[in-house]
């Protein structure tokens, strides 16, 4: 009897010793930034969404809400205190990065207009409102939706490698889909860019 328990408290501890502690799932952190001086935003990003947001003021306001991906059972997730957000600003340009591994993001980014916005991320969702800027995204797999102004945008270039790529509210729309991709161009009425390029994935503008 005494040897049965004591081989119950060993596999107790086993089962104990094996269970994987539990790190903390999700933590959403808050920043802002002053306009004063700054002109393009850079926005780098591996896995998530990014939803940016045209609001007026002098500040950009971001919502970061970062999550620890899911692993193994017997592997720990990553440590979410460790995930820093990359911040730099040089020659009137702010860079935000979070490039981390075994990590997903979702960004909420309140901007006002700027001369330039870029965006580049691995996999995801981008849901851009933009006003008087340049915009330029790089999506490797996932759906970008942009809406602009009809009167501020000028060439829009979109393409998929794989997928569709749709411009809707502009004038000249110009589509050239071959077997799994697409690329459209059109024009809208200022002189403002907008460059999207999707590798897998789908790709929509709209002009209003």
Sequence with gaps: MKKKITLLALFTAMIVFFIPVKAQDKVNRAHRFDLAGIE????NNSVGKIELILVEGDEIRLELEIEAQEEGFFRR????DEVHLEIEERNGRLTLSLEEEKVSAYWIIEVPALAEIDIDMGVGEIDAEIG?????????V???????????TGDIDVSSGVGDARIRGAHNVYSSRMIVS???????????????EVGVGSVRVTLD
């Design 40 to 43: 393009e935003l850079e926005i």
């Design 77 to 80: 997730r990553r440590d979410l």
């Design 132 to 140: 008087a800027s340049r915009l330029d995204i790089e999506l490797g």
């Design 142 to 152: 996932g759906e970008v939706d942009v809406s602009a102004q009809l009167a501020k």
């Design 182 to 196: 697409e690329e459209s161009e059109a024009r809208g009425e200022g002189d403002l860019s907008i460059e999207v």
